[in-house]
């Protein structure tokens, strides 16, 4: 069973940073990563994605301050998130696809103070 393990968050400063972590348990060499976010009240929504060949895509509110980046010999996947606002707290959640299964972390939380 794949499992993905996210750390890295906490509570931080508006305009401060923040690097999140994803292991996973199983080779990821083959396949795309992604971050996602959930807020309190609102859906999940994508925050980044990095393909197999490194290739990288952004939601517009978070591009030019996240960095979403992977290693693919310890099988993890890094979010470094800079100048982050009261509106970037939320849980944030690993996902892989792997072969049609969708593999999802327990979430690690990031709350930004004003």
């Known amino acids: 069973q794949v499992q993905l393990v996210e750390s890295g968050g906490g509570l931080v400063q508006a305009g401060g940073s923040l690097r999140l972590s994803c292991a996973a348990s199983?080779?990821?060499?083959?396949?795309?990563m992604a971050w996602y976010r959930q807020a309190p009240g609102k859906q999940r929504e994508l925050v980044a994605t990095?393909?197999?060949?490194?290739?990288?895509n952004y939601a517009a509110s978070v591009k030019g301050r996240f960095t979403i980046s992977r290693d693919n010999v310890k099988n993890t996947v890094y979010l470094q998130m800079g100048s982050l606002k009261p509106e970037d707290t939320a849980v944030y959640y690993c996902?892989?696809?792997?072969?049609?299964?969708?593999?999802w972390g327990q979430g690690t939380q990031v709350t930004v103070s004003s």
């Open positions: 990095i393909t197999n060949s490194g290739s990288t």
């Open positions: 199983t080779s990821i060499f083959r396949h795309a």
């Open positions: 996902n892989l696809e792997r072969y049609g299964d969708d593999h």
